[in-house]
């Protein structure tokens, strides 16, 4: 009985997995220019690890008590985390255990080789959310959710968000597709959502990439970003992979912050990972707005580096703008795009149906 009862479960996912990355086409809307090698240039940026866990265990998220304190965090864990990151040449990682804080309090972080970014990971049964960057000066700050098995409704998600802005913070909506905790349908201002993270068919990365295409067609703006959830000790959660390219001026705190806000990430598998590089108008990267005052058509250049093999596509609201499957290494595409006000255009770059980079949004005004 077991196998016929795991194929009913898993088919309708795999089968929403197959359909999740198909959009219709688009292609008339781009007319391909002469494009100049080595345009645009890649930026300056940091290799930031988002979602990392210092321990496995749930008892504290579930009930946390003074008797649970013991498993709010574990400092063998993030001292674990930040070695593994460091040695991975990782420049920031972004630490969300569940419903604590108390790791943003070590003294190991410090003197970390890298910088490591306070966070929490807001969970509950209805749905996951990261805050990161809020400020908090004990582990009695953290804004948590209702108690475990509490109904949780639109005002608690609402009343999170807020919070987590009135403390300088950001909200990404994490894995928004994990069956069982799904989140709902409205964003409640949240300012991103997490597309990609653990190569599972229950995290459902392309549904989740599919759930923000569609909230970026109704006008919302949303940044994508990448999430390792990284548990260590764990076996299913202790890869530490996909990562985030942050455009920045320092790998600090506070730039990388600024970066992820500006939506200035591009989405990796790995370290080794193809650059995608995407600009509008000569200057606008992911994350920017070009005003298109009164045109109806905008020049774009696409470029990847390292991508031999790979396929690349271009989307915006109406579809699939541009596909090709790149024979260089250093491949660059210059387009003519027809565009409107309210749309937007992003890129992805695959080999075969495994995600290797994603971009954010340029959008048009």
Same mark, same amino acid.
């Given at each position: 009985?077991?196998?016929?009862?795991?194929?009913?479960?898993?088919?309708?996912?795999l089968?929403?997995?197959?359909?999740?990355?198909?959009?219709?086409s688009?292609h008339?809307?781009?007319r391909?220019?002469s494009?100049?090698?080595?345009?645009p240039a890649?930026?300056?940026?940091?290799?930031?690890?988002?979602?990392?866990?210092?321990l496995?265990?749930?008892?504290?998220?579930?009930?946390?008590?003074?008797?649970?304190?013991?498993?709010?965090?574990d400092?063998?864990?993030l001292?674990?985390?930040?070695?593994?990151?460091? *040695?991975? $040449?990782?420049?920031?990682?972004?630490?969300?255990?569940?419903?604590?804080?108390?790791?943003?309090?070590? !003294?190991a972080?410090?003197?970390? !080789?890298?910088t490591?970014?306070?966070?929490?990971?807001w969970t509950?049964? &209805?749905?996951?959310?990261l805050?990161?960057?809020?400020?908090?000066?004990?582990p009695?700050d953290?804004a948590?959710?209702?108690? #475990?098995?509490?109904?949780?409704?639109?005002?608690?998600?609402? &009343?999170?968000?807020?919070?987590?802005?009135?403390?300088?913070?950001?909200?990404?909506?994490a894995?928004?597709?994990v069956?069982?905790?799904? #989140?709902?349908?409205?964003?409640?201002?949240?300012?991103?959502?997490?597309?990609? $993270?653990?190569?599972s068919?229950?995290?459902?990365?392309?549904?989740?990439v599919r #759930?923000?295409?569609?909230?970026?067609?109704?006008?919302?703006? +949303?940044v994508?970003?990448?999430?390792?959830?990284?548990?260590?000790?764990a076996?299913?959660r202790?890869?530490?992979r996909p990562?985030?390219?942050?455009?920045a001026?320092?790998c *600090?705190?506070a730039?990388?912050?600024?970066?992820?806000?500006? $939506?200035h990430v591009?989405?990796?598998?790995d370290?080794?990972a193809?650059?995608?590089v995407?600009?509008?108008? $000569?200057?606008?990267r992911? *994350?920017?707005?070009?005003?298109?005052?009164?045109?109806?058509?905008?020049?774009l250049?696409?470029r990847?580096?390292a991508?031999?093999?790979?396929?690349v &596509?271009?989307?915006?609201p109406a579809g699939?703008?541009?596909?090709?499957t +790149?024979?260089?290494?250093d491949?660059a595409?210059?387009?003519r795009?027809?565009?409107?006000?309210g749309?937007?255009?992003?890129?992805?770059?695959?080999?075969?149906r &495994?995600?290797?980079a994603?971009?954010?949004?340029v959008?048009?005004?």
């Amino acid at each position: 009985m077991r196998a016929p009862l795991l194929a009913l479960v898993l088919l309708p996912l795999l089968g929403a997995a197959a359909c999740a990355g198909r959009y219709p086409s688009a292609h008339a809307r781009v007319r391909e220019l002469s494009a100049t090698a080595g345009v645009p240039a890649a930026p300056r940026d940091c290799l930031v690890a988002n979602h990392v866990h210092t321990l496995v265990s749930d008892r504290y998220s579930h009930a946390p008590t003074a008797a649970n304190e013991a498993r709010a965090y574990d400092p063998a864990g993030l001292r674990a985390a930040i070695a593994a990151f460091a *040695g991975d $040449g990782v420049d920031a990682i972004v630490v969300t255990d569940h419903n604590s804080t108390y790791a943003r309090f070590d !003294p190991a972080i410090a003197g970390a !080789p890298l910088t490591v970014i306070p966070g929490m990971e807001w969970t509950t049964r &209805r749905g996951h959310a990261l805050q990161i960057g809020f400020a908090a000066t004990s582990p009695a700050d953290a804004a948590m959710p209702p108690a #475990w098995r509490a109904r949780v409704v639109a005002d608690d998600f609402r &009343r999170m968000v807020v919070e987590t802005h009135r403390r300088g913070g950001l909200v990404i909506i994490a894995h928004p597709r994990v069956p069982f905790r799904t #989140w709902p349908d409205d964003t409640f201002g949240a300012d991103g959502v997490e597309v990609w $993270g653990l190569d599972s068919v229950v995290i459902r990365n392309r549904q989740a990439v599919r #759930w923000w295409h569609d909230r970026l067609r109704r006008g919302e703006r +949303l940044v994508a970003v990448a999430g390792t959830d990284l548990h260590p000790g764990a076996w299913l959660r202790a890869h530490r992979r996909p990562l985030n390219r942050v455009t920045a001026a320092t790998c *600090g705190e506070a730039d990388v912050l600024a970066g992820l806000r500006a $939506g200035h990430v591009l989405l990796v598998d790995d370290r080794d990972a193809p650059r995608v590089v995407l600009e509008a108008d $000569g200057g606008a990267r992911p *994350g920017d707005t070009v005003e298109l005052a009164g045109r109806a058509e905008v020049e774009l250049q696409l470029r990847v580096l390292a991508g031999a093999g790979a396929r690349v &596509r271009l989307l915006g609201p109406a579809g699939e703008l541009f596909t090709r499957t +790149l024979a260089e290494p250093d491949a660059a595409v210059r387009l003519r795009l027809r565009v409107r006000p309210g749309e937007f255009v992003r890129a992805e770059l695959h080999r075969g149906r &495994r995600p290797i980079a994603l971009t954010n949004p340029v959008y048009f005004r």
